[in-house]
């Protein structure tokens, strides 16, 4: 099968700072992978990288084999078929959160107005906050606010899912309610590319873990054997770090 | 219900009230009352002393017999009127193009890149130049100016070159409070609305601007008030507008009660908005923020 992103290369440089020097990377259809790193290692970018928002310096990038690094892509396009959750939420303040879940289906997709009220509906019953739908996101804790989030995420249907960070802004009693959203989607069958602080959660959710350091890929695995019996001593000594 | 202190785990009964609260509720009542009836007072003080500044002035009976004269009055109000008419049509066609334009113009002034610059450098000029010349001034360019090209054979009608200058120089000022609004949408709201697939105008058009207008509306009305009394200013080109209409009966009558006239009816035709703006911003700040006690 084709994997939905292949990351090749990827050479990403800010001034003299060279964030990342060569990623490959691919992500298979329904897998879920996680970056962790130091910060500053190039999470962000990568991610950012991905999904058009920062312009890579050599290499390429295929979404579902197709050349989206090429001039010639379209940009807006690209990014309708990528779902990305920030770690400050960004919800617009303006609309209700019924709004926010429906806006990219009635100005990027163009879906009529009933079966985009009837998909963010249905959207918001699944993450619990059908209750909160005519309400302005301001009303909301972070919590519900990084939920309704994914929601508006993943209401087109990404072919690709990218979350950085979403809970390194909440408080610890909100991360729960988030996790155990980002794990069901993992069950439903999304392909993820996420970059986390939570150990414990890359532990649950990832088929995956990929660790940067110095912007290559320093070790990946699956998280028993990545995170248990890590194979280079940068990764050892990382998650000895983060771990205590 | 007397007081606050329960056994702990005893449900509260949510419809009684304790005295404590009950207490508190009465006082704030009583500082309202108390608050209320100071400002009618000294509102009806200020009235009196006004009142009777104005009637023991040596030029009273003058200033009344000339000035607010109920006869005049009464003889001026239809020709006033149908020139307000004229304002309001004005106006609203003005309003319009000010919209329009002065979007545009904030749009490209918000545009990031170097490849832009020649189109921002143009509307930076556009807006330093209207914002800096007098109405007045741009009146008599384009009233005058404009036909003297001699474009058409027919007479171009002074209402649209006042439009036209109306819109010139509003739109540069509308222009520069709606930059400031858009500067004031935090860019990840930008970043967000491209990550959905809103393509840059969508974004600007849907996610940017509602915000940015929220932010100044204040602004926004204040410049639209401004503009409801400047479109009186036509009245130099020959339009009979209101202030043109009072000209001439005041040329008529050697009596100034239709200016008042004209003035009161700019008033009263701003008013409202002035209300609606304040109601507006009360409602959206109720909507979209937990406002607490501050
Ligand atoms: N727009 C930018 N301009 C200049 N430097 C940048 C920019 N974005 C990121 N950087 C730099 O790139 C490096 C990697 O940043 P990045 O945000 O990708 O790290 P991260 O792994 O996500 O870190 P964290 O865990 O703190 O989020 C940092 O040194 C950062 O200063
Ligand atoms: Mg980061």
Redesign the pocket.
């Known amino acids: 099968m084709t994997p939905v992103l292949q990351l090749r290369g990827i050479v990403k440089s ?2 003299s ?1 060279h ?1 990342l020097r060569g990623i490959d990377l691919d992500v298979s259809p329904h897998e879920v992978v996680v970056l962790i ?10 991610l950012k990288t991905t999904n058009l928002l ?1 312009r890579i310096d050599d290499g390429q990038i295929l979404l579902a084999g197709d050349d989206i690094s090429d001039p010639r892509a379209d940009v807006d396009a690209v990014r309708a078929r990528i779902g990305v959750v920030f770690q400050h939420y960004n919800l617009f303040p303006h609309l209700t959160v019924l709004d926010n879940v429906t806006l990219a289906l009635r100005r990027v997709h163009k879906l009529a107005r009933q079966e985009c009220q009837e998909r963010g509906l249905a959207l918001l019953g699944r993450i619990g906050l059908a209750g909160q739908a005519r309400d302005y996101p301001d009303r909301l804790s972070g919590g519900q606010q990084q939920r309704v989030a994914i929601a508006r995420a993943i209401a087109p249907d990404p072919e690709l899912l990218l979350l ?2 979403i809970t390194s802004a909440l408080d610890p009693q909100l991360v729960g309610e988030v996790l155990d959203l980002v794990a069901e989607l993992k069950q439903s069958g999304s392909t993820i590319l996420m ?1 986390t ?1 939570e150990i414990g959660f890359a532990r649950r959710v990832a088929d995956r873990i990929v660790f ?1 350091k110095d912007g290559t890929i320093c070790e990946q695995g699956p998280p028993s054997q990545l995170l248990d019996s890590p194979g280079r001593a940068e990764t050892a000594e990382f998650l000895s770090r983060v771990l205590h | 219900m007397t007081g606050p202190s329960r056994h702990p785990g005893e449900r509260r009964d949510l419809g009684a009230v304790s005295d404590l609260e009950l207490g508190r509720r009465a006082y704030r009542r009583r500082q309202a009352a108390r608050s209320i009836g100071i400002s009618l007072l000294s509102t009806v003080v200020f009235a009196v002393v006004i009142g009777v500044v104005l009637v023991n002035s040596p030029g009273w009976q003058v200033t009344r017999d000339t000035f607010f004269n109920p006869e005049y009055f009464r003889q001026a109000l239809p020709a006033v009127w149908q020139g307000l008419l004229l304002n309001i049509r004005v106006l609203a066609v003005a309003v319009v193009g000010v919209a329009v334009v002065a979007v545009a113009i904030a749009g490209i002034r918000s545009l990031k890149g170097p490849v832009f610059f020649p189109l921002r450098f143009l509307a930076a000029a556009y807006t330093d130049l209207f914002r800096g010349m007098p109405f007045l001034i741009v009146l008599y360019l384009i009233g005058f100016g404009i036909p003297a090209l001699g474009l058409t054979d027919q007479v171009i009608p002074v209402t649209l070159l006042g439009t036209i200058a109306l819109v010139l120089t509003y739109s540069s000022y509308v222009a520069e409070v709606l930059r400031a609004g858009i500067e004031a949408v935090h860019p990840s709201q930008r970043l967000a609305a491209r990550s959905l697939g809103l393509s840059h105008y969508a974004s600007l058009r849907l996610v940017v601007l509602p915000q940015a207008v929220r932010k100044v509306t204040p602004a926004l009305m204040n410049d639209f008030v401004s503009m409801q009394k400047d479109v009186g200013l036509i009245s130099v080109l020959g339009a009979v507008d209101a202030v043109r209409a009072a000209q001439i009966q005041v040329a008529q009558t050697y009596n100034y009660t239709p200016y008042v006239v004209a003035g009161l009816l700019f008033v009263a035709l701003s008013w409202p908005f002035i209300r609606l703006t304040d109601w507006l911003t009360a409602r959206q700040q109720r909507r979209e923020q937990i406002g607490g006690l501050v």
């Open positions: 800010f001034g700072n964030v790193g130091a910060s500053g290692s190039g999470k962000s970018t990568l920062e950085d960070e970059a602080h940067l």
